[in-house]
């Protein structure tokens, strides 16, 4: 299983629905939540100046927020790069 990785606010109904998501196909990730500067600094770095949350990472592939999760899992493609 690829290790994965979600930047999140506690109040955020998109990460709600990106967590409930993974935890749907029993996937276990790290949750980042970027209430402090610094981390959503960091955040925004590593997913290419998107400031939004959920931020979400598979292995080293920047997937997106929910919508993109979303949209790789209706297409097929997530499962594939959650099996990495």
């Known amino acids: 299983m690829a290790k994965v990785e979600i930047y999140t606010t506690p109040t955020c109904p998109y990460c709600h629905a990106a967590k ?11 949750e980042i939540t970027v209430l402090d500067p610094a981390l959503r600094e960091a ?8 400031r939004t949350v959920p931020q979400i990472f598979i292995g080293e592939t920047h997937v997106g927020g929910y919508d993109d999760m979303a949209a790789l899992d209706r297409q097929g493609g997530l499962d594939p790069l959650l099996a990495q």
């Open 43 to 50: 955040m925004t770095q590593r997913a290419n100046g998107r």
């Open 20 to 30: 409930a998501l993974l935890t749907d196909k029993s996937v276990d990730y790290t």
